[in-house]
């Protein structure tokens, strides 16, 4: 049983201490896209769900 564990263990520490260094290179600009909607007097993003099977559902008000 330590055998599997190790083997199966040593992958995913490596592939984990590797993942990290792409990561640098890239910058979050904005969790949710931007509609150009603006954001006042009721207007642009109305409601947001997360269905079961990982969907964003935003609902969008624009009058």
Do not use: C
């Amino acid at each position: 049983m330590t055998k599997m564990l190790k083997i199966f263990l040593l992958p995913l520490i490596t592939v984990s201490l590797f993942a990290e260094w792409p990561g640098d290179s890239w910058q979050l600009s904005s969790v949710f896209k931007d509609y150009g909607l603006p954001r006042d007097d009721g207007h642009g993003i109305h409601g947001v769900v997360v269905a079961p099977d990982g969907n964003i559902w935003v609902a969008m008000n624009g009058a």
